[in-house]
């Protein structure tokens, strides 16, 4: 099966980009973290010096900015102006900076063009937060993946402390609800949910049960379409 957008959405922590990444691997389509993007402006601005509150220059150094996304043994690495900052876009300080950077709107309408044209052809599991509603609002399935903001936030901090990062799970909690709330009230592509998209609650679900739903939705929608 080849051709279909599968757009996901969901707010941070909820699991975009391991269910992404397992549909894409199963169904042999590109996986496109969106997020990665925004977080690549993010850290370049930061780099710079560019203050976070600054549009007009964000957007400008989002234009300068060239990102690539490469698939190399079965994970994604993200370059940055040639630099590979696969670990380095992944710190807190920079998820938190990536949550201002995506509210403005001229940094989104340069970042959305290059999504758009990265997935245009099809084949492709696009993740992010406003895909379904924004990206591509005819995507042939979109999902909206969410879970208890209690078990985002256990996720975030177990990803954390693996990577042997020391981070409090009671602040990681207070900054998960602070990125929910600024996702949903920003001006620019807010958080919402596509009318058509399948809502996944993936609080109690293990992320290859999640994964095999959309996958059956997927081919269910292949089928129905021959």
């Keep these: 099966m080849t051709?279909?957008?599968?757009?996901?959405?969901?707010?941070?922590?909820s699991g975009k980009s391991t269910l992404a990444r397992r549909v894409a691997a199963i169904l042999g389509y590109i996986y496109i973290d969106t997020g990665a993007m925004y977080r690549s402006v993010a850290l370049k601005a930061l780099r710079r010096g560019v203050p976070l509150e600054a549009s007009d220059r964000l957007t400008a150094l989002a234009g300068e900015t060239r990102i690539d996304l490469r698939a190399f043994d079965g994970t994604q690495q993200v370059f940055l102006d040639g630099e590979d900052v696969t670990a380095a876009i992944r710190t807190p300080d920079v998820a938190q900076a990536a949550s201002k950077v995506a509210?403005?709107?001229?940094?989104?309408?340069?970042?959305?063009?290059?999504?758009?044209?990265?997935?245009?052809?099809?084949?492709?599991v696009m993740e992010g937060r406003d895909i379904g509603s924004i990206v591509f609002p005819d995507a042939q399935l979109k999902i909206f993946l969410t879970a208890s903001p209690e078990v985002r936030a256990?996720?975030?901090?177990?990803?954390?402390?693996?990577?042997?990062?020391?981070?409090?799970?009671?602040?990681?909690l207070e900054e998960i609800r602070e990125r929910d709330r600024r996702d949903r009230e920003r001006a620019t592509s807010p958080l919402v949910r596509a009318q058509d998209a399948v809502v996944v609650d993936?609080?109690?679900?293990?992320?290859?049960?999640?994964?095999?739903?959309?996958?059956?939705?997927?081919?269910?929608?292949?089928?129905?379409?021959q």
């Design 103 to 124: 509210v403005v709107p001229g940094v989104r309408k340069v970042l959305v063009a290059e999504q758009r044209r990265a997935g245009e052809k099809g084949g492709v």
């Design 3 to 13: 051709g279909l957008i599968i757009a996901i959405d969901g707010p941070v922590g």
């Design 154 to 172: 256990e996720r975030r901090w177990r990803e954390h402390q693996q990577k042997g990062d020391a981070i409090d799970l009671a602040r990681t």
């Design 202 to 225: 993936s609080t109690a679900m293990e992320a290859e049960e999640v994964a095999r739903l959309v996958v059956m939705l997927a081919r269910d929608y292949a089928k129905g379409q």
